[in-house]
């Protein structure tokens, strides 16, 4: 065999296995990408597991809410208190008074009562929540008698207005720091009395 076919030989050889190298090469980088890919897939499946997952907890946590929201009123978080009531059907013709001893006075003609906690009925207003409460007091003297009325809370005098005949308004306001089940109503004392003409005469509260 001559030196030149042992060459060609030789770098045939040499030739098919370079190319069996590359073949190979080529193999072990694919299945690095394929295995690559599919470890991605797997990140990307339990990912998507875990939202599903959060999604179908969603309508629960929502009922919990609403559960949530519903107790906290039931249970008596602060909501809107105030009241606005004046002076009419429960007068003597047209003037409330004079007794014999002091008396709460029922201002019976309710304009607003959100929350219910005052009780025309009664004339007393029941504070709900503890807190802060201003409260104003407003009503007329009679044409020949002088009024005289006293806010009260829980039976303990706060503020007096006193009105002289004939005609003059008897005014006070004043804010107070309550407990919840505290007691506020406007007193009249006796011998005193209050004019009911024109739905005047009125007492008003509020929860800030």
Known sequence: MSIFMIFCFGLSLCLSRTRALSTGDVLQHNMLVIMQKISELHEIQERL??????????????????????????????????FFATLKSTCDSTHYGPYKTNIVIKFDNVKTNTGNAYNPATGIFIAPYAGLYSFHVNVLSGHH???????????????????????????????????????????????????CAGDISSFAGVYH
């Open 145 to 195: 008698n002088r009024t005289d009325i006293h806010l009260m809370i829980n039976n303990y005098f706060q503020y007096n207005a006193i009105g002289e005949p004939p005609y003059s308004y008897a005014s006070n306001s004043a804010v107070f720091n309550l407990k919840k089940n505290d007691k506020v109503w406007v007193e009249l004392k006796k011998k005193f009395v209050v004019d």
């Open 49 to 82: 597991t875990k939202a599903e997952t959060k999604l179908k907890q969603y309508p629960t946590t929502l009922e919990n809410c609403k559960q949530h929201c519903i107790q906290s009123i039931q249970c008596g978080q602060p909501q809107k208190v105030g």
